[in-house]
């Protein structure tokens, strides 16, 4: 099945740093590759998406990479802000399978 | 619009006791999935239904089972809840290759 490997687990920065969370996918028919943010006892939500037909979003502050060939894709936060602080998890769709997720800590 | 909605939000059993998640979903999606998070473990897919009348196992199936019971409706059942299933269980649904919409999650303790 579906396998998605997701790191760091753990990111530390200083308020205005950049933050960078790499993930590679194992099943190449995975053609959807969601972003989420989880937020304490809270369900995790949807911050950026990306399709195999696009190699790079971005919205905002926020973007997203992808290389097919090489099977891996990454979030990149700029200008950091406290409230970024939570934890991120990256997906492959296929059957929706999940990163481990990085604790995101951002210091003011 | 209630989106994803799952219930109950808390529940302690007794091992060996036995009980039903359930969710449903008000946005007409095909696809609905159950997950667990456990600490330092992410969301572990449970079962995955693609759509009305069909499931599919994920990574950590044994000992849950499913009903998709109609479009709406995607329950999970504990048949022997155990010490090891204790969790917190998320429900989802989305449309193929779209976002997927989380509901606020049941947190599980089985003593």
């Known amino acids: 099945g579906e396998n998605v490997e997701q790191h760091p687990s753990t990111l530390s920065v200083q308020e205005g740093d950049s933050a960078v969370i790499k993930c590679t996918y194992s099943d190449s028919a995975s053609n959807y590759f969601p972003w989420y943010k989880q937020e304490l006892g809270k369900g995790p939500q949807l911050i950026i998406d990306i399709r195999s037909n696009v190699g790079e979003k971005k919205d905002q502050r926020i973007a997203v990479t992808l290389n097919k060939t090489a099977k891996h894709f990454s979030l990149h936060i700029t200008e950091t802000q406290p409230e970024d602080s939570a934890v991120y998890f990256c997906a492959a769709m296929g059957k929706l399978t999940f990163g481990q997720g990085t604790i995101l800590t951002v210091h003011p | 619009n209630a989106g994803v909605t799952q219930t109950p939000k808390f529940q302690v059993l007794k091992t060996g006791q036995s009980m039903t998640l359930q969710c449903a979903q008000d946005m007409n999606h095909n696809s609905m999935y159950w997950y667990r998070q456990d600490p330092g473990m992410g969301l572990r897919l449970i079962y995955y239904?693609?759509?009305?009348?069909?499931?599919d196992k994920g990574e950590v199936p044994n000992g849950y089972n499913v009903s998709r019971l109609n479009k709406r409706e995607f329950s999970l059942r504990l048949e022997s809840a155990a010490p090891s299933q204790t969790s917190v269980y998320f429900c989802?649904?989305?449309?193929?290759?779209?976002?997927?919409?989380f509901g606020q999650g049941t947190r599980l303790t089985v003593v």
């Open positions: 989802a649904s989305s449309r193929l290759n779209t976002e997927a919409f």
């Open positions: 239904s693609a759509s009305e009348g069909t499931t």
